[in-house]
């Protein structure tokens, strides 16, 4: 059985900064893809970054890029979403997600086959 854990989030003033952290079992973890969407209310769930396995491609959304680093740790079958210069519109629930195939090499973006629990970051003006 495929479990995601999430962890990290939490309320942070604009301009700061927090650090999202997934770890996964159950599952090959450098297979397919891994990466973050994030849900805001009344909005549908959107793409935030994920990296592809067998290409090596890690694949932004244009609302985040260079404020947002993603990582991983193998050994420890974890990544991490950095969020740096938060803004409100940043508040949503954080979803870390995996795909079998290398969709971001594909696509540059994901489409989720599994989801962790999800994650609530909230930004304050």
């Known amino acids: 059985q495929v479990q995601l854990v999430e962890s990290g989030g939490g309320l942070v003033q604009a301009g700061g900064s927090l650090r999202l952290s997934c770890t996964a079992s159950?599952?090959?973890?450098?297979?397919?893809?891994m990466g973050w969407f994030r849900q805001a209310p009344g909005k549908e769930r959107e793409f935030v970054v994920g990296i592809g396995w067998s290409g090596g491609k890690t694949s932004y959304a244009d609302s985040v890029k260079g404020r947002f680093d993603f990582s991983t740790d193998i050994a420890k079958n974890t990544v991490y979403l950095q969020m740096n210069k938060l803004k409100p519109q940043d508040t949503a629930v954080y979803y870390c997600a995996a795909d079998d195939e290398d969709t971001v090499q594909a696509m540059g973006v994901m489409w989720g086959d599994y989801w962790g629990q999800g994650t609530q970051v909230t930004v304050s003006s």
């Open positions: 159950g599952r090959t973890f450098r297979r397919g893809a």
